[in-house]
DNA sequence: CATCAGCTTGGAAACGTTTCCACTTGACGC
DNA sequence: GCGTCAAGTGGAAACGTTTCCAAGCTGATG
């Protein structure tokens, strides 16, 4: 692996190394025939200056680090691509963790990011406010939430409000007379999970629905454990006659159980989402989402993050969430099948 | 934005500097109570050794660049799990990039991973081999292709052989009756592009169909590519009865541009896509595919890279596909609409 | 003609590590 | 008791940059 240093350029170029580095650096300070002796010597070794170095010297890596709870999930892989290129606008490169939602992955890249010295990190964190998010804070590195946040840990954030759309969600479900919601929940050790689950609780309160704890089963935002949910609700002496899924992938494992009991969605069942997947509208009948923006939420982070690199302390943003309908949730409930 | 050092660290242990980075570099030259003291140290301060100076220093990162073209294709996003949680095994971290399925954005990665002196690049490229990628092996930085190569840069890949998978399904669509495939093809910048389109081009003469040039669209591999082939494909005047798509996101904008043309999938028009993705097994009718298998692939990436930078030359893989059969493809064609 | 400002330049220190080298110490075999 | 050896240690050089500082040069100014 053929090393060329700085020092290889300034030789070729004719000039010193502080010179060079000048060049390299668009300082102003350097002659127009110093400029292009060294740009041709860096054109002919295919010179690239070493990051690491660099980064040494100046304490600024250009780079930050975004650390989300599942790639796999598109929710969180769109979010990925506009945190990625609302930050490339602005030369950051963006180094993409993937916590698997799993704590301890999230705490080995955490300390990765703070290892490689990024100068700002973007994460959708889970669990506590324990582990390597306090070292993050203890150690004043510029940091902002995306999507969830953390109870404690004091970092400007970007949510989403989950209240609005819920309520829509279960207005709409409850207008067409479904009186029996069944929930398929989020973690509670997550921000989001928490949140859309006490949102549905008042909704459904204020609307006078049903409360029986039966029918809200607790998942872990993974296909599986919505397969698992609709098997346990579907199976109830009284079943729900309509569900309302915390996110996409769970609502992914949801719609392939109800088929495999052979059972329609929007006809058998009414079912709504949370997150605005492109598949969930090809679906037949598509399926009433509530949707939110993820360009904004990735521009704004991005935005809030640079706030606080330049030492500024940007406000929090709650995004807005409301319900799209369409054909899963579009039959009033037959009054025979009800009860 | 408080810096600690190993110095504050050797300080507070009372030992020097070198012995310190041993202990924390795990050689095995220290006392027992060095050890615990420094540990003891390091813990009081929250220490965390500087990645870049200990990159600097001993030219190892530790970290891999992973390059894919489109992180929202799930194929890509699976493909980055898959690498992430294989490297993660063997103390590797993973720099993900997206290309966007854009040649500067590649190279601007590449650049940006060269700088880092990662340890090794895996890239699943586009494009010719020209720009950046030239740089990578003219450094001779260790690097892998995965799913794509570009011909004529001589790098280890895992690729996917598409023949048997396309063989079997144009087999399939043949004995259902069809004689007039559409077939939207990938991009033929991309080997993989090309590869498939080759492999249908072969399959379809081999068994005597129709090569009328009409019924072969080039797509872009992504979703608004897939719309418009199929509005194309299906104004003909003798229009394919059966579609055999390239990608999976441009099997979802074509199966969306069909259910908007008011046609079913599968009666009105039989359909087979590449890339096994999860969703498409929950359409109604579910959608055939040609999969292949994505844990190998990345498992198989993350070891021959390491084998790269262990100095070995491992051998290109090519792992086979195969025809899965599902709802989309299972109607003979109606004799009274054929011709 | 001396002085000065402004531009450009090069030497060298610094960034935070790892690692080479030399040194001390104590145990061991003879 | 002496030489030999292994284990543990610390000083200092090195990694490839950036940046501080001092200095050289040019042309204009008084």
Redesign the pocket.
């Known amino acids: 692996m053929v ?8 030789a070729l170029a ?12 668009g ?9 292009s002796r060294v740009q041709a010597a860096v054109a002919e070794l295919d ?14 890596t250009h780079a930050i680090g975004l650390l989300v709870p599942d790639v796999r999930n598109p929710f969180f892989a769109d979010l990925a691509h506009t945190v990625e290129q609302a930050a490339l606008v602005h030369g950051f490169v963006t180094l993409l963790g993937n916590a698997n939602e799993r704590k301890d992955q999230q705490d080995r890249y955490l300390d990765n990011l703070i290892a490689r010295r990024v100068d700002g990190i973007i994460v959708a964190p889970l669990g506590d406010g324990s582990g390597s998010i306090r070292s993050v804070v203890g150690r004043e590195i510029p940091a902002v939430f995306i999507d969830r946040t953390i109870e404690g840990i004091d970092l400007p954030s970007v949510t989403t409000d989950s209240d609005t759309g819920i309520r829509e969600a279960v207005d709409h479900l409850a207008a067409l007379g479904h009186t029996r919601i069944g929930y398929i929940a989020g973690p509670q050790s997550t921000s989001t999970g928490r949140e859309r689950y006490a949102s549905f609780v008042r909704a459904a309160g204020d609307r006078g629905l049903s409360l029986d704890p039966a029918l809200i089963v607790f998942g872990d935002f993974q296909p599986e454990s919505g397969s698992a949910a609709v098997r346990t609700l579907l199976a109830l002496n009284e079943p729900p006659t309509a569900l309302l899924v915390a996110d996409s992938p769970m609502a992914f494992g949801a719609i392939g159980a109800i088929q495999k009991l052979g059972l329609r969605i929007g006809t058998d069942v009414a079912l709504v989402s949370f997150d605005d997947i492109d598949w969930l509208a090809l679906l037949d009948p598509p399926v009433s989402v509530i949707a939110h923006s993820v360009a904004d939420m990735g521009r704004i982070a991005v935005d809030m993050l640079r706030t606080v690199i330049d030492g500024g302390t940007p406000e929090s943003v709650r995004l807005p969430s409301r319900l799209i309908i369409r054909g899963s949730s579009a039959t009033p409930v037959d009054p025979s099948r009800s009860r």
């Open positions: 090393t060329i240093t700085i020092k290889d350029v300034a004719g000039v010193s190394v502080a010179t060079t580095s000048r060049v390299l650096s300082n102003p300070a350097t002659s127009a025939d110093a400029r010179y690239r200056p070493n990051a690491q170095a660099r980064a040494l010297r100046s304490t600024r």
